[in-house]
T-cell receptor, first 114, second 115 residues
């Protein structure tokens, strides 16, 4: 089954404790992206990747890091989480970042930072 | 600035009645427009998209959307609503960046279909 998976689905952590949210897709997609969803703000892009070893900042990259060493994986790293990073996070992938293909979304990771 | 607006936070409709969820956009160049739906505790699911051609686009679950260039709108419609259509709906426009593209999402509209 074609899908985007994220782990963990739920995470409660404390300020400053490094964490990684994994994202994997099995569709051989070139383009991958991370979003955060906050009430009334829709989805805002954190980072995106056009292909392996090619990543760039989205609209709200502060406090986040990403890497794209393999085509299928695109982990999101919070080196020192803070309470304002409490949010619902989505990973998405698309066949290409150049052509207007739809994006496929993972199930989401709800992060709480205390 | 490139943007998407969904002017209604919530739309209420009775089952069996037609529904419309509104979306307007502002983008430079040709607009590529998308609708996504989010059910509780789930990720976003693609419903339909407009790239070019016929202004009326048909998508999943009986939804359709009408592209109107002069009004810069892309409203989502369904002739007869179902209770199971109750969800959060997002409009998005593909915007050109320096060397790539990004999706800009609206703030979302919650659709509530009452029995």
């Amino acid at each position: 089954e074609a899908q985007v998976t994220q782990n963990p689905r739920y995470l409660i952590t404390v300020t400053g404790k490094k964490l990684t949210v994994t994202c994997s897709q099995n569709m051989n997609h070139e383009y991958m992206s991370w979003y955060r969803q906050d009430p009334g703000l829709g989805l805002r892009q954190i980072y995106y990747s056009m292909n392996v070893e090619v990543t760039d900042k989205g609209d709200v990259p502060e406090g986040y890091k990403v890497s794209r060493k393999e085509k299928r994986n695109f982990p999101l790293i919070l080196e020192s989480p803070s309470p304002n990073q409490t949010s619902l996070y989505f990973c998405a992938s698309s066949l290409s970042g150049v052509t207007p293909h739809e994006q496929y979304f993972g199930p989401g990771t709800r992060l709480t930072v205390t | 600035a490139q943007s998407v607006a969904q002017p209604e936070d919530q739309v209420n409709v009775a089952e069996g009645n037609p529904l419309t969820v509104k979306c307007t956009y502002s983008v430079s160049g040709n607009p590529y427009l998308f609708w996504y739906v989010q059910y509780p505790n789930r990720g976003l699911q693609f419903l339909l998209k407009y790239i070019t051609g016929d202004n009326l686009v048909k998508g999943s679950y009986g939804f359709e959307a009408e592209f109107n260039k002069s009004q810069t709108s892309f409203h989502l419609k369904k002739p007869s609503a179902l209770v199971s259509d109750s969800a959060l709906y997002f409009c998005a426009v593909r915007a050109r960046m320096d060397s790539s593209y990004k999706l800009i999402f609206g703030s979302g509209t919650r659709l509530l279909v009452r029995p």
